[in-house]
């Protein structure tokens, strides 16, 4: 059977199932078409709800962390969940694992009863958009480039519109490259590398250009050939003294043609030598001006990913409210340095309040569902510390909340605050305000 992937754009969750994972033994969840509020006291398996979806969809919990999911002692687990795809299509997806004997754990995934391998279910959905939808704090702790890369593909900004905003010379450094904002770093890192090793053959030329050619060539000698010959004519060599006058020319000679052979070899030796200096000196020249060009590239490219985030930021936040983000900030060198900064309210989010953070969290919630149009669930952790959820939040698509309230087990609150239990199923009636450490309601408890 072919499997296809396009309805996981939308995700309406219906219910879920869970075997011997993480601290459930069994359990079974519905969820409500818009809004679905869970309570319990602590250690009840509020947050496992949410680490129960990511993990059917992922493989992994909310946070994206890929941990030990089975129940203590248990070496079988599954979880199974049901929802309404974007057709309005009802489909089950169950991620089974076992751990064997060596400690090793294998995976089964099943859509609708058929087998799925993971990486197409890796290819379905975007982990990181997936969680910063589902979780409000995971974008919040994305690294620098994943957060800029999320953004930038949701954000897609036409690359002439951006050289058009650069500077001449920018421009004309980068027009002929292929590249985009996400091979951008990689492009500079490449060049970066190579001017590098460019400055140490620059370095070595110079050296060598500073050489010089220190040997002495000498004077020419002569030799009369013409004399020689007559000379010997003339010799008497019925005297002995002829032979030796004859030795004598015979070594002049000699001296003369190994002296004319040394001082040529040197002449060709200096002229080799100017040759290779005029050659090292058009190679500087070269070497040089790819360095500058190079330099120009690397430049250009770090304006344009520069100028690329601003808009980037300019339009992710335009569409916030208290929340605003920042991709970019200056090294102590005076360079761009990739960041990925995250304000409430003004404030730096690390230093932001729980419930700041959640709302803040939601406020991106909405931002990337309009982005991107992806319809997942929302669910919110730590739902107790926010009295009043914002007002837009019921229109949402669909939103799970999970709060603390003492001495309740994980349990639904259902209209007019009915409380039932999850695992019995037992009423336990309405919602007492006496009962409650601190409960997040939709707008003032009754």
Avoid at 81 to 91: A, E, I, T, W
Avoid at 184 to 199: H, N, P, T
Wanted: aromatic share 10%; charged share 30%; hydrophobic share 35%.
């Amino acid at each position: 059977m072919a499997v296809y992937f396009s309805f996981f754009n939308s995700i309406q969750l219906i219910s879920a199932k869970a075997h011997h994972f993480k601290g459930f033994d069994e359990v079974e969840l519905k969820f409500e078409e818009k809004v679905t509020q869970f309570i319990g006291d602590n250690s009840k398996g509020k947050s496992s709800i949410a680490d129960l979806v990511a993990f059917a969809f992922l493989g992994t919990n909310s946070f994206g962390e890929k941990l030990d999911f089975f129940k203590q002692g248990e070496n079988f687990a599954w979880v199974e969940v049901v929802f309404k795809d974007n057709l309005g299509n009802q489909r089950i997806l169950r991620r089974e694992i076992t751990k064997d004997k060596s400690g090793k754990t294998s995976t089964t995934i099943r859509l609708d009863h058929y087998n799925v391998p993971s990486t197409k279910m890796k290819k379905a959905i975007d982990d990181d958009l997936f969680l910063s939808i589902l979780n409000p704090k995971y974008f919040l702790n994305l690294t620098p480039s994943a957060a800029k890369n999320m953004l930038c593909s949701i954000i897609t900004i036409d690359r002439d519109t951006v050289e058009g905003l650069l500077d001449e010379e920018s421009a004309e450094a980068v027009i002929a490259l292929d590249y985009s904002i996400f091979d951008v770093d990689e492009k500079r890192s490449f060049i970066s590398f190579k001017i590098k090793e460019l400055e140490s053959y620059r370095k070595e030329l110079e050296i060598r250009l500073s050489d010089t050619f220190d040997k002495e060539i000498p004077e020419e000698l002569t030799f009369d050939e013409a004399e020689f010959v007559e000379t010997i004519k003339d010799l008497d060599f019925s005297n002995p003294i002829a032979y030796t006058r004859l030795k004598e020319l015979l070594e002049e000679r000699d001296k003369v043609m190994q002296h004319n052979a040394i001082r040529n070899y040197l002449i060709e030796q200096k002229q080799d030598f100017d040759e290779n200096i005029e050659m090292m000196k058009d190679d500087l020249n070269k070497t040089v001006s790819e360095i500058d060009s190079l330099k120009a590239t690397h430049s250009g490219l770090e304006r344009f990913k520069r100028k690329y985030l601003e808009l980037v930021v300019k339009e992710i936040n335009s569409r916030l409210d208290k929340v605003s983000i920042q991709l970019l900030d200056k090294a102590t060198d005076g360079s761009d340095k990739e960041v990925f900064y995250v304000r409430y309210d003004g404030k730096n989010i690390n230093t932001c309040s729980n419930t700041e953070q959640v709302r803040a969290g939601i406020e991106l919630h909405k931002m990337l569902t309009d982005l991107t149009h992806l319809k997942y669930p929302l669910i919110i952790d730590n739902a107790e510390g926010i009295t009043i959820l914002p007002s837009g939040i019921k229109s949402f698509h669909q939103t799970i909340t999970l709060a603390v309230v003492k001495g309740y087990d994980l349990s639904y609150v259902g209209e007019d605050n009915i409380v039932t239990n999850v695992k019995t199923l037992k009423t336990m009636g309405r919602l007492n305000l006496e009962d409650i450490c601190i409960y997040r309601v939709f707008g003032d408890i009754p």
